[in-house]
């Protein structure tokens, strides 16, 4: 099983700056399968980011993914105020799929 | 647009089995690609992919659950039925369904829509 280890678990920032979520895989993931995805509480989460880098549908360009192999990062700039929320990696590239634990991005 | 709704019991009791309906709109379960997953969270903790079933049938399992899990579809119903034997409270938890991502380039086993998940306890 590939486990993905995210860091850091919360990160502090203000509206207006760059967050950095790192997503760290324990084996390569095949084919870049992997996506990011946003839940605020009580709701079911969203998916942001496919195949590391494509944006889903009517995802802010703020949102940018990037990464290969074992290492995989999601970029926010310019943090809007609804963008604090929770985020997890997950992969597909190997069976079975599995996301990460989580990234809290809090004020 | 794309829709699915979770139903099933809330409370169920330990070694019981859960059975969860996804009843869904907006695709169809024949279409080359398709594929709906379930997936579950416990309280304050992680996603669990759980099971996978796809337009031809084939279906995937979490191997850590798999002895304990079934997941079905009524394409004339536009359901996928999941069905987990001997609960345990350790599967307290809010159970996704979700809508596999297709694209004109790309099949992937990402979601792109959820439902808005169903909550539940096991207990006695």
């Known amino acids: 099983e590939t486990a993905l280890t995210q860091s850091p678990g919360t990160l502090a920032v203000s509206p207006g700056e760059t967050a950095t979520l790192s997503c760290r895989a324990s084996q390569t993931i095949r084919s870049r399968c992997l996506a990011w995805y946003q839940q605020k509480s009580g709701q079911a989460p969203r998916l942001l980011i496919y195949?590391?880098?494509t944006r889903a549908t009517g995802v802010p360009d703020r949102f940018s993914g990037s990464g290969s192999g074992t290492e995989f990062t999601l970029n926010i700039s310019g943090l809007e105020p609804e963008d604090f929320a929770l985020y997890f990696c997950q992969q597909c590239g190997n069976s079975p799929i599995t996301f990460g634990q989580g990234t809290r991005l809090e004020i | 647009q794309i829709t699915l709704k979770e139903s099933g019991p809330t409370l169920v009791k330990p070694t019981e089995t859960l059975t969860l309906t996804c009843t869904f709109s907006g695709f169809s379960l024949t279409a080359g690609g398709a594929g709906v997953g379930w997936i579950r969270q416990s309280p304050g903790k992680a996603l669990e992919w759980l099971a996978f079933?796809?337009?031809?049938?084939?279906?995937r399992y979490n191997p850590s659950l798999e002895s304990r899990l079934t997941v079905t579809k009524d394409t004339s119903k536009n359901q996928v039925v999941l069905t987990m034997t001997g609960m345990d409270p350790l599967d307290t938890a809010t159970y996704y369904c979700?809508?596999?991502?297709?694209?004109?380039?790309?099949?992937?086993?990402?979601?792109?829509?959820w439902g808005h998940g169903t909550k539940v306890a096991v207990s006695s």
């Open positions: 079933i796809y337009w031809n049938d084939d279906k």
């Open positions: 195949g590391a880098s």
């Open positions: 979700a809508h596999r991502l297709t694209t004109v380039t790309m099949k992937v086993d990402v979601f792109d829509f």
